[in-house]
């Protein structure tokens, strides 16, 4: 009965808890949220300052008494009762101020692959304690695949690599499992650390995340072309403490991701030592999916297609994949419902 009386305030969310981004998916009207996961906390108060874009504004100019941060690190809550109020913030942003009173949600979350069982616990509990009444995991490779309409259900391999902000998932799915599949914790995130390590070693200059994040979306490639692409890095000069402006290109970003970038092509070739011929076979003529936002680095997919001997191709909108295959699912829970993480204590009501 309350299950029903909730379902009439409440709008079912699926919802892509990423590291860097989350994205919200509601029940028959699309994605509506695609905000950083960041949040800004008064340390005076205690008090929760600003979510998502206004807090990501803030990150490194903040005076002393706010503190911006994010909640997950590596694709995994590091702090539960902050991550609940992002949650529960991102929730009542899609509902009405009338039914923000009883909202009580059925959500659908993606989660990277590999986490553990305690870490999938914390995600249920944060979930509930942002208001949701049912709490659905899924893994985001598997995720990606039916939000990029891949036959997951039938008996051939679909090979999806998501490059995120904290983690890239590589998974091979067939008949809706997944049969081989690896977890790094190197993506988007740590592909700033390397330019700004990068920066440090090469030109003696001290710039910060988001300087780092700009150059690789500006210029970031993975793969050398005939275009040489320039941009400026500002920063503090080690030596002399002052302001200084380095000029770098592409080739500069190259060298700075080549080993993370290394690790990650390992990953994916021992993914499909791991996976039976027959689907392997299927790959070779279906191809590897790139998701996530780390898959827009320019070159990534040739530089793939290279190193494993395979056909790879960039999802359409590869940023909502995920959040998409959320929703794909929200919208036939019965059917789908075997690519669910189900943990015993935490199965529905029957």
Do not use: C
Not at 5 to 19: A, E, N, V
Not at 22 to 30: I, M, N, P
């Amino acid at each position: 009965m309350f299950s029903k009386f909730f379902g009439i305030f409440s709008k079912d969310l699926g919802i892509d808890l990423g590291t860097a981004n989350t994205l919200v998916y509601v029940k028959g009207e699309g994605v509506l949220i695609n905000e950083p996961s960041v949040v800004a906390i008064n340390q005076k108060t205690g008090q929760v300052v600003a979510i998502g874009s206004e807090a990501k504004k803030m990150v490194g100019r903040t005076p002393g008494h706010i503190t911006a941060l994010r909640p997950l690190v590596e694709g995994v809550i590091s702090d539960f009762e902050v991550t609940a109020e992002m949650l529960n913030y991102f929730i009542k942003k899609v509902h009405s101020p009338t039914q923000q009173l009883f909202a009580r949600p059925r959500v659908v979350i993606g989660i990277p692959s590999s986490i553990t069982e305690v870490e999938r616990r914390a995600v249920r509990d944060a979930a509930r304690n942002a208001g949701a009444r049912e709490v659905y995991l899924v893994e985001e490779p598997m995720a990606a695949a039916i939000g990029a309409r891949l036959p997951i259900q039938e008996a051939v391999g679909n090979m999806v690599i998501d490059l995120g902000g904290g983690t890239t998932d590589i998974a091979v799915i067939s008949l809706g499992g997944i049969v081989a599949s690896r977890n790094l914790r190197i993506a988007g995130d740590r592909f700033n650390e390397d330019i700004a390590a990068y920066a440090r070693d090469e030109f003696k200059l001290l710039i910060g995340e988001r300087t780092a994040e700009d150059i690789k979306i500006s210029i970031g490639s993975v793969w050398k072309t005939n275009e040489i692409l320039e941009g400026a890095l500002r920063g503090r000069d080690l030596v002399t403490g002052l302001p200084r402006e380095v000029l770098v290109t592409d080739s500069d970003i190259r060298a700075a991701l080549a080993k993370s970038m290394r690790t990650v092509i390992d990953a994916a070739k021992n993914t499909i030592e791991d996976t039976p011929p027959e689907l392997v076979s299927d790959i070779m003529h279906r191809g590897i999916l790139l998701v996530g936002g780390g898959s827009l680095i320019r070159g990534l997919d040739k530089l793939l297609e290279r190193e494993t001997k395979m056909p790879v191709y960039l999802a359409e909108d590869p940023l909502t994949t995920v959040v998409r295959g959320t929703g794909i699912i929200l919208e036939d829970l019965e059917s789908i419902s075997e690519v669910f993480i189900e943990d015993d204590y935490d199965l529905p009501p029957q």
